[in-house]
Each structure stands twice: as structure tokens, then as C-alpha cells.
């Protein structure tokens, strides 16, 4: 499972303290459950601070239902805006990632230039990553993850979101050439020898900063000897001796080597 940690606090509240500017901290709200909300027409100050108490209680998921009621009954106001920017945080905190982003995307769609646009690609970006699944599961939403922190990078480069961003895609595409081995051994095992050097190929040339890439390099080595290529094996061998000399993965190519391709050249 991918290490992963809950988004860094001072970006989160930052939206929340400048949020907070907006509405009259006077204003308390009846505690309770949802049926509390039945979503009567209030002012928009009342509603937008019974919001945010809601959030600074921990009931993120009424809060963000709330949030969402602002927006519903004040459409027009500058509250609105900022509401929607909440209701998305809210989401993400109660972990309903899906309407997180669906939250997130809406005041993107609306407000693509607003100033707090950046923070709203963070959220979707933050969505997508804390779902990502182990290394056994369908990676659809890792490739999700890994394009949304791409365009926190590229439009943002920077701002601290982009820094942020730039440490989880380490972790997302190390976990993506993960999948890749796991499905290139499972290859292997099963005698399909080119099918398992594609997997393994796309580490290398996909994903060659993470930790998988000794020893993609590795079961190159061995695949090549498996397909009668023993020039391919040694050129491998030589790559991972050239860049990682003290790897364990280097060793056991060098003995393979040595047994199967001893006087052989690389091509």
C-alpha cells in the first residue's frame, strides 16, 4: 500500500482562515444531526457560519452540506463562491473524495481564474491520491492521481501545492511501476517472455527514478536470455552495473551472465 499522508494543515487552513473573513463568528447554530438542516431559507451569514462551525466541530460531511445550501440559496453572492471552494475542503475531509472533486471541478468551471484556482486543483489532486489502491487492485485512479498532480505542476510550478505535488507523484509512480513488475513477473512465470519485457521495459524508461528499477532491469536481463538474446542480457547487465554497481540486483545479473552469456558482447 502507498504511504500516503493527509494534506499539509497550513494549506488547508489557509483557505479556511481567509474563509472565515466572510462570516460573523456571533452567529451559532442548533447542534444536532442532518435532519437539523431541513434546508429552510436563513440568511447567508447564519448559514455560512453554521457551515463552517459545523467543520470546526468535526462534522465535515454536514458542514459540507451546508456549504452546498449556501450556494443553493445565495447563488449570486460573494459567499457563493467561497462556498463552493468549502464545500469541496469539507467533502475531502469527511472522505468522500467523489464529490470532493465533483465540488472542486464545479468552482473550477465557474471561477477558472479566481486566485484561489490553485487550491482547488490541490483538492482534486488530494482526492484522487488518497484513493489510490494497493499494488494487487486496477490502477485507473493512480493514473488519475498522477495526471492531476502533473497539472498542479504544470500550472502552478511555484506555488507550495506544486512542491507538495511534486513529492506524492514520486510516491504515485513508484507505485505505478509497481503494478508494472507485479504484471511482468506474473509474465514471466508464465513463460510469456516478451510480454513480461514490455512490462518491464516501460519501467525503464517510464519510471526510472523509483526503486523498481534495479531490478526491471534485472528480469531484462533474464527475459533476454529466455528469448535467445544474450547481447540484449549483457547490455542490460551493463546498464545496471553502470548505474547501480553496489545493487544486489546487479550481482545476480552479473552471475547470470557469467553462467548463460560468458564471451558475449552487447549489441
Known sequence: MINRSRSPLKLALAVTASAAALFTTGCAGRSGGPEDTAYVARDVET??????????????????????????????SPWARRAQLMSSFSYYVARDYNKAIQSAQRFLSIHPGNKDAPYAYYLIALS?????????????????????????IRRFPQTEYASDAR?????????????????????????????????????????????HTPEALYRLTETSLALGVPQEAV???????????????????YELVQDHASGVTAS
Not at 128 to 152: C, F, K, M, P
Open 47 to 76: 448559514l455560512y457560519s453554521e457551515a463552517k462551525r459545523r467543520l470546526d466541530s468535526g462534522n465535515a460531511k454536514f458542514a459540507a452540506a451546508l456549504f452546498d445550501e449556501v450556494e443553493r440559496q445565495h447563488p449570486y
Open 167 to 211: 513529492l506524492k507523484l514520486d510516491l504515485v509512480n513508484d507505485h505505478l511501476a509497481g503494478k508494472e513488475m507485479e504484471i511482468g513477473r506474473f509474465y514471466e512465470r508464465s513463460g510469456k517472455w516478451l510480454a513480461a519485457q514490455i512490462r518491464f521495459q516501460n519501467v525503464v524508461e517510464n519510471f526510472q527514478t523509483t526503486s
Open 235 to 253: 547490455k542490460y547487465t551493463a546498464v545496471l552495473g553502470a548505474n547501480y554497481p553496489g545493487n544486489e540486483w546487479y550481482e545476480k545479473a
Open 128 to 152: 484522487y491520491y488518497e484513493q489510490i489502491s494497493d499494488v494487487h487492485r486496477d490502477q485507473a485512479i493512480t493514473d488519475q492521481a498522477r495526471t492531476a498532480l502533473n497539472e498542479i
